[in-house]
């Protein structure tokens, strides 16, 4: 959902904060001084989603061993401004480079990249909003630059991309996938090398509304020839405002950076190896329980602390492989279910062999969750895995195809599972 056209001063006037996520740099504290306004290079709106274009399957089948290499963007640009400064000039040194694997350092044999926001904001723009409006961006960007400035560990960093995609594609049987610095050899026995790393962050606010925008990036070459066999640009989106943003810590900032860390990981890495669409349907349905909401029919509420998740399959009698349709029989279908509270992942089953799961542990009363559950499909020696179990989708975002997730008030419920099945854990629960 885009962010609403009110703002504070009486003023419409929408202001695009953009961030590169960038190799490590210093803080320099000095203000920048307001910049001619024609010398300001507009800057692009942000990425709107488009159609999925999975990797062909017959590149998926050439693909015996992959190597993932952490991709970064060099910058020598640096945090500053103040709320009656604007703040110019400071995107313009980020570049991604030929290849996306230089180093920044090494943890492990891995390359690290910690990404220091860098602020724009055009004078032009800034120099029509009221003192009031100037101060509130003032404060939400010198939060978020003292939180990261502060970090001891930060999610976005294409390392720790590198690392998660790597581990999504270790468990894969059909891929023998390893995870290498950019300055490491590749194996001559390498089929391809898969890039991965972030790009652009963006903030867009309008009024007291402020909708964070990260991207992430794929793009895999043939070690033969060097020539680039896919390429995959996905994001992640979500809106609050201001205030909620900076409160508490930064608390919701927190959750955003790990939720979408978890999202894009797993999208890079199943788009282009293990993901399959399945013509059908997954939904949830009541057990003795988990009721289900009379008005809501994704909403659960139990009295239970282990309670039992049920759901329907209704999949076509073929589902597609990395080729074309190939029969899988219902029977050899297995499921893995999560839980999320509004932090973190609270709980995962995998390989459930049946449409329905108890509990293997208490959840903490007086709370609510998000499930979900997705299809396991075994081809031969080869895993593939359908989608996670969703809301349908509202008229507005079905139109935007599924390259990013879109967030809707991310104080309610993360992005990534905003459209997952809620589950309520009663007060003074019990077995």
Sequence with gaps: ??????????????????????????????????????????????????????????????IGEVVVIASDANTDDSISGTYDKATAGLVQGADEGRRMGTVAGQVGGVNVVVPIPVLQLPGMVYGGLSGAAKREIQEFRDALTEDIANARTLPLTNGGLALDVHRYLYSLPQVDAKLIASSTPIPESADAVLYVGFQEFKIDVDGKQATLILTAKAELQRTSDGVEMYSRVIEY???????????????????????????????????????????????????????????????????????????????????????????????????????????????????????????????????????????????????????????????????????????????????????????????????
């Design 1 to 62: 959902m885009q962010p609403g056209p009110s703002s504070p001063g009486g003023s419409s006037l929408p202001v695009l904060l953009t961030i590169v996520s960038a190799a490590l740099i210093s803080l320099v504290s000095n203000v920048v001084e307001a910049a001619d306004p024609a010398s300001i290079a507009e800057l692009d709106p942000p990425l709107m989603p488009q159609l999925w274009e999975p990797m062909p399957p017959e590149m998926r089948a050439g």
């Design 237 to 431: 989106h979500d809106t609050d405002t201001l205030e909620n943003w900076t409160k508490n810590d930064m608390a919701l900032w927190h959750d955003y950076t790990n939720f979408a860390a978890h999202y894009l990981a797993r999208e890079l890495s199943g788009e282009a190896f293990h993901r399959v669409v399945v013509p059908g349907t997954l939904d949830p349905i009541p057990t003795a329980t988990a009721k289900q909401d009379r008005k809501d029919r994704h909403r659960y509420v139990s009295k239970a602390a282990t309670p039992e998740l049920r759901w329907q399959h209704n999949a076509a009698a073929s589902a597609p492989t990395a080729g074309s349709a190939f029969p899988v029989a219902q029977s050899t279908v297995t499921y893995d279910v999560e839980i999320y509270d509004a932090h973190r992942r609270v709980y995962a089953q995998r390989d459930i062999p049946v449409t329905t799961h108890v509990l293997g542990f208490e959840l903490e009363g007086c709370q609510a969750y998000r499930w979900s559950v997705r299809p396991t499909y075994r081809l031969g020696n080869d895993v593939y895995f359908g989608e996670w179990m969703r809301r349908p989708p509202d008229e507005a975002n079905a139109a935007k195809g599924r390259n990013g997730l879109i967030g809707r008030k991310a104080s309610e419920a993360p992005a990534y599972t905003q459209d997952f099945p809620e589950l309520e854990i009663k007060c003074g629960k019990r077995r």
